[in-house]
């Protein structure tokens, strides 16, 4: 059969094109030696003006989406993956592969030998002191942990008690890092590391992890620690979240930024790891929140963003020696979570009241934290039904939802100088999810304490499991029936000067940004899917 000759033509301009299209081309790379996660820049020609599908591996490994700072036809800038190695660098553009260039990790570079230490990892030569409690401020020196702490840190042993079914394997210390929330990290150069010791914290092994390596271990000894948590009960779950966007009118250029929440890491939920995440996220971490950024969405379209986490969670139980409390009211835990804020107005003159009627002349932290949770109960205030109002009208009416109480309880705790913070999430119950929120309280020289005024008063929806004796057990103790989203509220800034931002209130996380349009987003709306549990594993 002949063919047109029209055809014949198409056929011959496709096949001529795609002759055209030329391979990418290498001529330099800069700098040739270099450290993992800092920028490198590939010049060449024919990589495209666009990165589109386009990609670049270095030593077999691609650098994730927001990796890439600028993409153009002979220049393309990214960041080298953080666990990367030395290897060549080459351009993927249109199914076709460059030569190739050979990057070196500087850290696995020979080197001399300096003041009697050999490689580039970091090594611990002393802690002082060489024991404290929970919060105690410690010095560490010794030699390269880096110019700044980056992504490293400074990791304490933790434990927790296992069935005796648990193979031997599982029986090992575990590690939990230096909090951000306690105000850990102090200082950080290549030679002097000072951080507090943090919440969860036992007496063993310290390690330093860096880009460059961890440090052989360092013994510590926690100690002076009035009373015990116990950590048992581990849950392990994987859960799924989703948005989903619908546009109407738009244009080109715009931007849609989601600031999605990512499960909060604590000394009782650990080893949080994003499993899969469809778009990839512009930001994975930023305080608590992964942002994702999409880009000249079209009029009339739908986009949407499917992420699954994996996080194991531990039932908590404390027991506290209250005489053996001795608070520092200049600690930055202590000044930092006994501030008022419009949230928790603790300076306002009627919770100040109430709080005074309360405690009496109260002295110890960890008794007004009970008289105060203890008042809650016996006054009947807490119902499971939602309530839309605020904590004010809260002490009037006698009434309260449990997102109101657990404000209500860290207002009258700050207003008392006991440090203290609001956390939500979601309950569990057989995979099933429903948006929860409790408290936590600070101990110096014991860490965080759990309290759940609303599953203390039975005030969450009947198919939860609540706990015998739920009155004295959620004092001080909590279930792992749960997964925190937030503690504490987080204050989030747009991404641009005229974005028109969007809020949820009393969702599974505590955040004053969700949303931002900016552009030529005339109108879309969104849909915020709830925590859907795929997995549980108890062990």
């Not at 031997?168 to 951000?180: G, K, L, N, V």
């Not at 005074?356 to 008794?367: C, D, K, M, T, V």
């Not at 929860?436 to 005030?459: K, L, N, Q, S």
């Not at 509220?489 to 028109?500: A, E, I, N, Q, V």
Request: charged residues 20%; hydrophobic residues 35%.
């Amino acid at each position: 059969m002949k063919l047109p000759m029209t055809a014949m033509l198409l056929m011959f301009a496709v096949v001529f094109s795609g002759c055209r299209q030329k391979a990418p081309v290498i001529h330099s790379i800069s700098p040739k030696i270099g450290n993992l996660e800092e920028p490198l820049t590939v010049n060449g020609i024919n990589f495209g003006n666009e990165r589109g599908e386009s990609f670049v591996t270095i030593g077999g490994i691609q650098p994730t989406g927001s990796s890439y700072l600028r993409w153009q036809d002979d220049r393309i800038v990214f960041r080298v993956p953080a666990f990367g190695e030395s290897g060549l660098v080459y351009v993927n553009t249109n199914g076709k592969k460059s030569n190739g260039a050979l990057f070196a990790n500087r850290l696995r570079m020979p080197m001399q030998p300096e003041e009697g230490e050999t490689g580039f990892g970091p090594k611990i030569t002393a802690i002082k002191p060489q024991n404290g409690s929970v919060g105690t401020l410690l010095e560490i020196t010794g030699t390269g942990f880096g110019t700044s702490r980056g992504r490293g840190g400074v990791f304490f042993s933790w434990s927790a008690e296992m069935p005796v079914s648990a193979p031997a394997e599982a029986r090992f210390s575990e590690f939990i890092e230096t909090s951000e929330t306690e105000f850990g990290y102090e200082m950080w150069n290549e030679r002097e590391i000072r951080v507090r010791v943090p919440d969860g914290a036992t007496g063993g092994n310290i390690e330093i992890r860096t880009a460059r390596g961890g440090s052989p271990p360092l013994f510590f000894t926690v100690t002076d620690k009035p009373g015990t948590k116990i950590f048992r009960d581990k849950q392990n779950y994987t859960l799924t979240s989703y948005v989903n966007i619908k546009t109407g009118e738009a244009e080109a250029p715009n931007s849609l930024f989601l600031w999605v929440p990512r499960p909060a890491s604590s000394s009782s939920q650990r080893n949080i790891e994003m499993l899969q995440s469809a778009p990839l996220p512009f930001m994975e971490d930023y305080r608590g929140t992964g942002i994702y950024k999409l880009e000249d969405i079209a009029a009339n379209s739908e986009t949407r963003v499917n992420i699954t986490w994996k996080v194991e969670v531990y039932r908590v139980e404390t027991a506290v020696r209250h005489q053996q409390i001795k608070q520092d009211p200049l600690s930055p835990v202590n000044l930092a979570y006994t501030q008022s804020s419009p949230p928790i107005p603790s300076d306002d003159p009627r919770i100040k009241s109430k709080a005074a009627q309360i405690l009496g002349r109260e002295r110890n932290p960890y008794q007004k934290a009970r008289a105060v949770y203890d008042w809650m109960l016996k006054e009947k205030l807490i119902t499971e039904d939602r309530i839309d109002t605020d904590i004010f009208t809260a002490l009037e009416t006698g009434r309260a939802d449990p997102y109101h109480a657990a404000l209500l309880y860290c207002a009258l705790l700050r207003s008392a100088g006991v440090p203290s913070l609001p956390v939500a999430g979601v309950l569990v119950n057989r995979g099933s999810t429903a948006n929860h929120y409790w408290a936590e309280f600070w101990v110096d020289g014991f860490g965080w304490i759990p309290v759940d005024p609303a599953m203390g008063a039975g005030a969450v929806p009947a198919p939860a499991n609540i706990r015998e004796e739920r009155d004295k057990f959620y004092f001080g103790s909590i279930d792992s029936q749960r997964i925190a989203f937030s503690r504490g509220f987080t204050g989030l800034s747009p991404m641009t000067p005229k974005g028109r931002t969007v809020s949820l209130e009393r969702s599974y996380a505590l955040q004053n940004l969700w949303e931002e349009a900016a552009g030529g987003i005339e109108s879309y709306t969104s849909l915020w899917g709830d925590i859907v549990i795929t997995g549980i594993y108890a062990q």
